[in-house]
């Protein structure tokens, strides 16, 4: 596709559930990043890959939440026993590579825990 | 570790008045620096960057930005300023000397709010 691509746009999961969250970035981006926004918020860094690889997942709040990407492609964010300080709208980015490109960022997907 | 630093939460201004929403940065290297805009139920849109060269930048929608480095700045400027331009705006900063040199860290928004 034309951009980067997130979803579900919106998910609804009860308290204690997993949630697999998808980013399908722009065909050949090597970097990939995950941010949280809280409502009405900034961007909170959670991890980002080069390649495959994350250099820095110090963003990631507990050990609940992962995240891989495999081909250089998809990357999927996985937060596990969900609790509803989690609710947040997650936003995917890619860059081409160069340190001097610019990210360009999917909708989101909007988590509801409740 | 890089950092960004948005001080305002908030920047008032009239339609057809100069506006300002400022960012400050702390890197160890040279910055990469970026202008985001975030306008209601919609993702980030790319506005503006510096990297290297004039100081002054300009981007999409009129907006500018004046990178100085002994003021470690990067503040995003438009002459004259339009309602729909009310939107949150982020500064983000990238460190090419940083191990992770591919990490893009923003600051923590600024809403522009323009009044008729």
């Known amino acids: 596709g034309a951009g980067v691509s997130q979803s579900p746009s919106n998910k609804v999961t009860e308290k204690g559930k997993d949630v697999e969250l998808r980013c399908d970035p722009i065909?050949?981006?090597?970097?990939l990043y995950w941010y949280r926004q809280r409502l009405g918020q900034g961007l909170e860094f959670l991890i980002y890959?080069?390649?495959?690889?994350?250099?820095?997942k110090s963003g990631l709040p507990s050990d609940r939440f992962s995240a891989e990407r495999t081909g250089e492609s998809v990357s999927t964010l996985t937060i596990q026993r969900t609790q509803q300080e989690d609710s947040a709208v997650y936003l995917c980015?890619?860059?081409?590579?160069?340190?001097?490109?610019?990210?360009?960022f999917g909708q989101g997907t909007r988590l509801t825990v409740v | 570790a890089q950092s960004v630093a948005q001080p305002e939460d908030q920047v008032n201004v009239a339609e057809g008045n100069p506006l300002t929403v400022k960012c400050t940065y702390s890197?160890?290297?040279?910055?990469?620096l970026f202008w985001y805009v975030q306008y209601p139920n919609r993702g980030l849109q790319f506005l503006l960057k510096?990297?290297?060269?004039?100081?002054l930048v300009k981007g999409s929608y009129g907006f500018e930005a004046e990178f100085n480095k002994s003021q470690t700045s990067f503040h995003l400027k438009k002459p004259s300023a339009l309602v729909s331009d009310s939107a949150l705006y982020f500064c983000?900063?990238?460190?090419?000397?940083?191990?992770?040199?591919?990490?893009?860290?923003f600051g923590t928004g600024t809403r522009l709010l323009v009044s008729p």
């Open positions: 510096y990297i290297t060269g004039d100081n």
């Open positions: 065909s050949g981006h090597t970097a």
């Open positions: 890197v160890s290297g040279n910055p990469y």
């Open positions: 983000a900063v990238r460190d090419p000397l940083n191990t992770g040199f591919q990490k893009l860290v």
């Open positions: 890959f080069q390649g495959n690889s994350a250099p820095d």
């Open positions: 980015a890619s860059s081409l590579g160069p340190v001097g490109t610019e990210a360009f």
